[in-house]
């Protein structure tokens, strides 16, 4: 099983362009997330997705969108990158609510 | 709002040694799950240890065990017989009915040879 596994490992982007981060999980869960990390702090949830076909705010999600695509694929799209996106992002899965949140080995993404 | 205090940006302990890494929340919902994960310098976050709210009995795995308080809303983390691969950033986090996960912001463990 590869768990969680999300592509590309890093990016660089200008101001003003668009790109999608493609997360996939092989563990079958229901849930799956998206957060991001900036220096010194925590991870901070984007968006989140409670099972196939639904999505929801997170605490930062101005800048984003998602798409949970099937069961194993949850995509987060910058339509217009700005540099206060420069951030290192992770996905995650898991089941229920207070079962354990598997992440990815993240994105590094630079907004130039 | 919700949050997840961890007043301990650094930390070190001597290998072998005992280190407790203190985390304090603010939370007025009494059902909730409480997490340490650790991220090493590859970014791999990494589950440590899980305490569910209901449960007065402090969890432990292995050489990692956790100081749960409801009342004090606090959940520490102690490490028993320190190693090197120890030395990483240690998270607590918080999750309640939302599903989101809550992260303080970290404290950064070395561990001293």
């Known amino acids: 099983n590869a768990g969680v596994t999300q592509t590309p490992k890093f990016q660089v982007l200008k101001t003003g362009q668009s790109m999608t981060l493609q997360c996939a999980q092989d563990?079958?869960?229901?849930?799956m997330y998206w957060y991001r990390q900036d220096p010194g702090m925590g991870l901070r949830l984007i968006y989140y997705?409670?099972?196939?076909?639904?999505?929801d705010k997170g605490e930062v999600p101005n800048g984003y969108n998602v798409s949970r695509l099937n069961k194993r694929e949850f995509s987060l799209r910058l339509e217009s990158a700005a540099p206060s996106q420069t951030s290192v992002y992770f996905c995650?899965?898991?089941?229920?609510?207070?079962?354990?949140?598997?992440f990815g080995p993240g994105t590094r993404l630079l907004v130039l | 709002a919700q949050t997840v205090t961890q007043s301990q940006p650094e930390m070190s302990v001597q290998e072998a040694e005992t280190v407790t890494l203190s985390c304090t929340y603010d939370t007025s919902e009494s059902d909730y799950y409480l997490f340490w994960y650790k991220q090493p310098p590859s970014r791999q976050m990494i589950l440590v240890i899980r305490q569910e709210a209901y449960k007065q009995q402090n969890a432990t795995e292995n050489r990692f065990s956790v100081n749960f308080q409801k009342a004090a809303k606090s959940f520490s983390l102690k490490i028993s017989d320190s190693q090197l691969g120890d030395a990483a950033m240690y998270f607590c986090a918080y999750i309640r009915s939302a599903r989101q996960l809550t992260f303080g912001s970290g404290t950064q463990l070395t561990v001293l040879p």
């Open positions: 997705s409670a099972s196939e076909g639904t999505t």
């Open positions: 995650a899965s898991g089941n229920a609510r207070g079962e354990t949140q598997y």
């Open positions: 563990m079958n869960h229901n849930s």
